[in-house]
């Protein structure tokens, strides 16, 4: 069964602080995603990796910041957070042992800026 | 990219009734969708998905039928059970890619 992490259930920042975002998978997947997720807007890519050291931007990178050192672990950097970063934040990991295709989420994130 | 829309944004349906979500995309070389279900305060789980050299496909009271000229595809839901309340993505990846292109979600309520 994959397994997908979250280090926070729940944050609160203050502006302009650093706030990092880890996400750890236990499926050795190759692929890894972060999200943001919004009312009315639904699943918006930030930032995906397909391979460590790797990364990609997607659809909304801006203010955003990624790092995958490790297979397993995949972390989102906010590097000074504002109050427009104020969402529910998703993970996910895909990979080659459980087929490839079917992305696995983590719990989420839900990280308010003050 | 890939642009996926879906619609309706809200549907309410009776229990026991039929729900069906259509969702269209804009990239001809898309060859895998999957729906993923995700409901009140949990993450999205994949509930079902086609590949484009099929047509439908089914799962117990699930189906999802894929109209490669039309570019759309949908989501079948029968027998609706109040535990189908949930809000429901589609998605689209295009050929080579590993990435997804979700819709925005539905929520879909059933009424008991």
């Known amino acids: 069964d994959v397994k997908v992490t979250q280090s926070s259930r729940y944050l609160v920042k203050r502006t302009g602080e650093k706030v990092f975002l880890e996400c750890v998978q236990d499926m050795d997947h190759e692929n890894m995603f972060w999200y943001r997720q919004d009312p009315g807007l639904g699943l918006r890519l930030i930032y995906f990796s397909y391979d460590v050291k790797m990364k990609e931007k997607g659809d909304i990178p801006e203010g955003y910041s990624v790092s995958r050192e490790k297979k397993e672990r995949f972390s989102l950097i906010l590097e000074s957070a504002s109050t427009n970063q104020t969402s529910m934040y998703l993970c996910?990991?895909?990979?080659?042992?459980?087929?490839?295709?079917?992305?696995?989420f983590g719990p989420g994130t839900r990280l308010t800026v003050l | 990219g890939e642009n996926v829309e879906q619609h309706p944004s809200t549907l309410s349906v009776q229990e026991g009734d039929s729900a069906v979500i259509k969702c269209t995309y804009s990239d001809s070389a898309s060859n895998y969708f999957p729906w993923h279900k995700q409901e009140l305060g949990k993450r999205p789980q994949l509930i079902i998905d086609?590949?484009?050299?099929?047509g439908e496909k089914k799962d117990q009271r699930i189906a999802v039928t894929l109209n490669k000229t039309a570019k759309h595809f949908s989501l079948h839901i029968t027998e609706t059970q109040p535990e189908d309340s949930a809000v429901y993505f589609c998605?689209?990846?295009?050929?080579?890619?590993?990435?997804?292109?979700f819709g925005k979600g539905n929520q879909v309520v059933v009424i008991p």
């Open positions: 998605a689209a990846r295009s050929y080579g890619n590993n990435r997804l292109a």
């Open positions: 086609i590949r484009s050299n099929v």
């Open positions: 996910a990991s895909s990979g080659q042992t459980s087929g490839t295709d079917t992305q696995y």
